[in-house]
């Protein structure tokens, strides 16, 4: 099956720095989802992308859908305690078929 | 109001026993989908419906079942739970727009088998 490769595991990061985080794919999607999971709580969508070389941002979250179709990366600028929180990337190829393949996920951890 | 609600949302039960897991939704979606979530493997396809009389086999269906009974009720059974069916469940809903199909998730349901 299709499989995410999403790094890193976990970052430890100061308040106000800027993070970075990525997945990485053997197969080719046409959708790329990141996803935000608060303890206890069911992801949230942050970012759908939708086409090869898509840019989209969302207030301070700016992810893209790489040319390849088989990568996409998520920064978050300026970092806030509200951030921490357990990222995933997700993958969805063709109409939907066999449901989103997901990254194991990146979990944030804020140092105030 | 959530537009995705699970039901319970969380439950501890015995091994043997019959469990369900109920989804309901006010998006107006068709498609409907049951993932488990463990720890350090994400999230993983249980099942999932396209419409009414639509059921489709995931990732890791065996030792399963579900019953779409209406546009907005998926439900999830596990016939005999066993302990490593112990885990984080969900259910998400999604529509076909423009060729994409972006999935929104409830509020999962931690179910504990003992």
């Known amino acids: 099956g299709q499989q995410l490769n999403q790094s890193p595991q976990s970052m430890f990061i100061q308040e106000g720095e800027d993070v970075s985080m990525n997945c990485t794919s053997s197969?080719?999607?046409?959708?790329w989802l990141w996803y935000k999971q608060d303890p206890g709580e069911g992801p949230v969508l942050l970012i759908a992308?939708?086409?090869?070389?898509e840019l989209t941002s969302n207030g301070r979250l700016t992810a893209q859908f790489g040319i390849t179709r088989k990568d996409s990366f998520l920064n978050i600028s300026a970092s806030i305690p509200s951030d921490v929180g357990i990222y995933f990337c997700?993958?969805?190829?063709?109409?939907?078929?066999?449901?989103?393949?997901f990254g194991k996920g990146t979990h944030l951890i804020i140092q105030p | 109001d959530a537009d995705v609600t699970q039901t319970p949302r969380n439950r501890i039960t015995k091994t043997g026993k019959r469990i369900m897991l109920e989804c309901s939704q006010t998006?107006?979606?068709?498609?409907m989908y049951w993932y488990r979530q463990d720890p350090g493997l994400g999230l993983r396809l249980i099942y999932y419906?396209?419409?009414?009389?639509?059921?489709n086999k995931g990732e890791i269906s065996d030792g399963y079942s579900v019953s779409r009974q209406a546009q907005a009720k998926f439900s999830l059974s596990l016939e005999s739970a066993i302990p490593n069916q112990t885990a984080l469940y969900f259910c998400?809903?999604?529509?076909?727009?423009?060729?994409?199909?972006?999935?929104?998730f409830g509020p999962g349901t931690r179910l504990t088998v003992l």
């Open positions: 998400a809903t999604s529509d076909l727009f423009q060729g994409t199909d972006t999935q929104y």
């Open positions: 197969s080719i999607f046409n959708t």
């Open positions: 992308l939708y086409k090869a070389g």
């Open positions: 997700a993958g969805l190829s063709g109409g939907g078929a066999d449901g989103l393949t």
């Open positions: 998006k107006g979606h068709d498609r």
């Open positions: 419906s396209f419409d009414v009389k639509d059921i």
